[in-house]
């Protein structure tokens, strides 16, 4: 390498290494690690982050690209240098001979000619990738793959220490997406107070959102766009554009006019044009309806989205389906509260299941370790492999005297699959091996937990108020 570009090199990781120890913002740092490495190399870079569905990456960060190319959309992560979620670099030196580019075309009008995508690693997971962008042919040394890695590796301390604790700690299936990293690194700069409104609800909700992410061209003359429309924002999750208006009816038809014809040229786009008063109705149809209030008890927060748990449920499902191959389990579950996550998995489960239901109540209120079993199984277990479904591991002494309860029965096997490990609560040792989330202690209701029987059919887990947190055990 040459003494020039070693030493612009080590100019930049030092100016890495004093920002990434800075107090600055998470967005303060990740730009200037991107503009650094920009000028260490002498190209355009761009910091991507994978959505919750790790499906799509989304732009979190860029410099010395044209504001059109960051513009084209949300990355597919299967068609756009997806052998960089393997954990391997992944050097392209011609964009337009290579298929694993998804936007050629529009890599050319921005005069690029070769891309570097190396891959940025939080907790052992793959969150994203820093990309290098060059405007003549470039033939990547492994010194540029290097420095670009040691790039990626400071962004990944900085987001680490960043971060609230309650996100680092939570299991890899949540550390992996880029919500929580678009949210502590974004900033937008809102056209209308409007648009402000509907962000905050939809970080409220978990939700992710992308600002003005893509522009569509509508009408052409020659060979020059006269004519084009940027939705508002883009929800990756949902795969769905948002435009939002307001009720001035020359802007509704103006609008009105542009979707219509957005949608006959781009068939495959779904989009939605939105009044502030609908947004409650947009987010009950996608399954975050506002149920936050009721009897005067609030959701504080959005722990888990409705997104995120499918993804986690489908998971696990994946892992049962693999591990009880021929083996026709029976899932037992203890009502009521596990009705929703139960219902689930066995959907997303590809073997023969049985499936029975028990139901539990307490001799004391006071002593949650004096358990009566009201309703039993109607199918005899023995010799059957059993898998016992719980919504939430607290204390773990009612599922320690269920557990005993089953083992009398004489199954071939007994494992247990929970939804929620509450594990600061534990006071009996279970075995848990099939785990979705780990917990903090708080009081949480939503997809089948309830507080005074309320909050069964929210599609999220939130955390109650500070009234629901003081009724006791979960």
């Known amino acids: 390498m040459a003494a020039g570009k070693e030493r612009s090199y080590y100019r930049a990781l030092r100016r890495a290494t004093a920002v990434v120890e800075s107090s600055k913002e998470l967005k303060q740092v990740l730009d200037t690690l991107v503009r650094t490495t920009a000028r260490a190399m002498q190209a355009g870079v761009s910091l991507v982050v994978l959505d919750s569905s790790r499906t799509k990456l989304v732009h979190c960060s860029h410099w010395g690209l044209p504001h059109a190319y960051i513009q084209k959309g949300v990355l597919e992560a299967d068609k756009s240098l997806a052998e960089v979620l393997s954990g391997q670099p992944v050097a392209i030196p011609d964009v337009q001979k290579d298929s694993r580019v998804q936007y050629p075309d529009l890599a050319a009008r921005a005069n690029i000619v070769s891309i570097l995508g190396v891959p940025m690693v939080i907790n052992g997971i793959i969150a994203g990738t820093i990309r290098i962008y060059t405007r003549e042919s470039t033939d990547f040394s492994k010194q540029d793959i290097d420095f670009v890695g040691t790039m990626a590796k400071m962004a990944a301390i900085a987001i680490n220490c960043t971060l609230p604790q309650t996100v680092v700690h939570r299991e890899k299936s949540r550390t992996e997406s880029g919500l929580d990293i678009l949210k502590q690194a974004r900033t937008a700069n809102f056209a209308h107070t409007s648009e402000a409104e509907f962000a905050s609800i939809l970080d409220f909700y978990n939700i992710e959102w992308v600002y003005e992410p893509r522009s569509f061209p509508l009408e052409w003359q020659d060979d020059r766009i006269i004519d084009m429309f940027t939705p508002d924002f883009y929800l990756p999750g949902l795969d769905l554009y948002v435009e939002l208006t307001t009720m001035k009816q020359s802007l509704v038809t103006d609008k009105n006019r542009k979707i219509r014809r957005l949608r006959d040229m781009y068939p ?44 986690r449920v489908r998971e696990l499902g994946a892992q049962l389906s693999l591990d009880y191959a021929d083996k026709h389990p029976v899932m037992v579950g203890v009502l009521r509260g596990v009705f929703c996550f139960m219902a689930d998995l066995v959907r997303f489960m590809n073997v023969p299941v049985g499936v029975e239901f028990m139901s539990i109540s307490y001799y004391n209120s006071q002593d949650s370790s004096a358990v009566k079993i009201t309703k039993d199984m109607d199918t005899d277990v023995f010799g059957k492999h059993v898998i016992m479904v719980e919504d939430v591991v607290d204390t773990g002494m009612t599922l320690h005297y269920m557990l005993n309860y089953l083992r009398s029965k004489q199954p071939a096997s007994l494992a247990v699959c929970v939804l929620l490990d509450k594990r600061a609560r534990r006071l009996v040792e279970v075995p848990l091996n099939y785990v979705g989330f780990q917990v903090p202690d708080t009081f949480m209701v939503g997809y089948g937990l309830d507080y005074g029987e309320e909050y069964r059919n929210l599609p999220f887990i939130g955390i109650l108020g500070a009234e629901g947190e003081a009724a006791g055990l979960q």
Not at 291 to 307: D, E, F
């Open 268 to 311: 495959d786009i779904k989009i939605t044009l939105l009044y502030k008063k609908d947004f409650d109705r947009l987010l009950a149809k996608y399954g975050f309806g506002l149920l936050a209030q009721s009897k005067g008890r609030s959701i504080s927060r959005v722990l888990y989205s409705a997104a995120e748990i499918q993804q």
